[in-house]
C-alpha cells in the first residue's frame, strides 16, 4: 500500500455539475460504472477549466457549460463515467 503519486483523466464529457454540499470525496468504481467526485470549485477559467480541491489537491476538469452559474468557493458535485488512473513518479 503507502502513499502513491497519481494523476486522474476523465476520459468522456462531463454533463452537469451541480452545486452540494458534503465533504470532498471520490466516490464510485473508477474502472466501470459511475464516479462521483465531490470538492470545492477553486477556479473557473473563461475557457471552461475548473478546479476542484479535493483535500490537498486539485482536479482540473473540462466544465459544463452550466458550470458558469457557479461561484469559486461553493462545493460542487459532477459525475464521470469513469477515471483513468496513472502513476507517476516525482
Known sequence: ?????V???I???I???SKTE?????LGDYQK???LIRGE???LDEDGVAGIRIGTDIMLIDAPS???RLQAGVFVEVIADGIDIYPYIV
Do not use: K, R, Y
Open 7 to 9: 494523476e486522474f483523466d
Open 1 to 5: 500500500m503507502g502513499t502513491h503519486v
Open 66 to 68: 452550466n458550470a458558469q
Open 15 to 17: 454533463e452537469s455539475i
Open 11 to 13: 476520459p468522456g464529457d
Open 33 to 35: 460504472g459511475s464516479v
Open 41 to 43: 470549485l477553486e477556479s
Open 22 to 26: 458534503g465533504n470532498a470525496a471520490i
